[in-house]
């Protein structure tokens, strides 16, 4: 990985700061895109000690605001001249719905959305990098995901993640569904272009996640699975197997677990879904067709 250039977003924390460890370690030069300058320099610091790669960089970027994720665009490109991998890492999940001030239901915004806008914006680069990587981080909660295009930001049936029911799925379960939704039809648009996008589940993983709910409940509740979780290393390793294997480099399109290529759920597989979700992104994001992804 000498060389690569690799965003990883939410790498000062779980999942993302082992991914960091793991690509840091194989030589690769890292952007850690993280939402606090403290906990990311804190992160940084760990990485370079532990791994002796000082090339280890941090931006800062709040993946909840469509905003500073131009913002962060436009000033990675003023930095580097290419990109050879981009992790959409970041995650979080809400209990009680919130929107943002840009008037975004916040699961959707930082699992769906924000992902869709920081790949917009850094495709021509990935494109010029080609051959280039993109790996989204699902989850295998978006089985009980439903995509309603009328209703997109859960204004009339919200659900948080302590709330759930067969009939009311919660927002990040959705959210999540949509990132696998947007990894496939990605793929399609991106065929022959050099650039490669997958999916992944990284599996029930003991880190962070949780913990800024905003509810008691769900708090207790990941302390109280803590034993069968994974380890945060081993939750990262389909993360950084699919950013440096070449065994991978030109599969695209697919959803991937434990280092393996899975089948993701059938609401995934709906290419007219897909393709209308995207357009609707699209146009919450106000991108005009001929500024769109392709
Ligand atoms: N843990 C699991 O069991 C599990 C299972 C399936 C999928 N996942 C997915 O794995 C990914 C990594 O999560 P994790 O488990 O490692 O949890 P984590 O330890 O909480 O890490 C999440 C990272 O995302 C960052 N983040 C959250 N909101 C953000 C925002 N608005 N802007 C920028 N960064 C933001 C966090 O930053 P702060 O530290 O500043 O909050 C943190 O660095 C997520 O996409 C999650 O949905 C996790």
Not at 66 to 92: C, Q, T
Not at 142 to 158: C, F, M, P, R, T
Request: hydrophobic share 35%.
């Amino acid at each position: 990985m000498k060389g690569r250039i690799c965003i990883i977003t939410g790498s000062n924390s779980g999942i993302g700061k082992e991914t960091a460890i793991g690509l840091a370690n194989m030589g690769a030069t890292i952007v850690m895109v993280v939402r606090d300058q403290l906990r990311g320099e804190k992160a940084r610091k760990e990485i370079v000690n532990q791994t002796g790669n000082s090339s280890v960089d941090l931006m800062i970027c709040d993946l909840s605001s469509m905003s500073s994720i131009r913002h962060f665009a436009e000033e990675f490109k003023k930095k580097h001249d290419r990109l050879d991998v981009l992790i959409n890492n970041a995650g979080a999940t809400f209990s009680k719905r919130e929107v943002t001030s840009e008037g975004f239901e916040r699961n959707f915004a930082v699992n769906y959305l924000g992902p869709f806008l920081l790949t917009h914006e850094l495709l021509s680069l990935l494109k010029s990098s080609a051959s280039s990587r993109i790996i989204n981080v699902s989850s295998g909660l978006a089985k009980n995901g439903k995509v309603d295009l009328d209703d997109l930001q859960s204004e009339k049936n919200y659900a948080g993640t302590k709330f759930y029911s067969p009939s009311r799925a919660p927002a990040y379960d959705n959210a999540k569904l949509m990132l696998m939704m947007f990894t496939y039809e990605l793929a399609r648009r991106l065929k022959g272009s050099g650039v490669t996008v997958n999916v992944l589940m990284p599996g029930f993983t003991a880190t962070n996640l949780g913990k800024n709910s905003g509810s008691l409940s769900s708090y207790i509740m990941f302390k109280m699975v803590r034993p069968m979780q994974q380890s945060a290393k081993k939750g990262a390793e389909t993360s950084v197997y699919l950013a440096s294997s070449d065994e991978v480099k030109d599969l695209t399109g697919k959803c991937f677990a434990k280092k393996k290529e899975v089948t993701s759920c059938p609401a995934s597989y709906d290419e007219d879904l897909q393709k209308r979700l995207w357009n609707k992104t699209e146009s919450m994001l106000g991108l005009a067709p001929d500024r769109s992804m392709l």
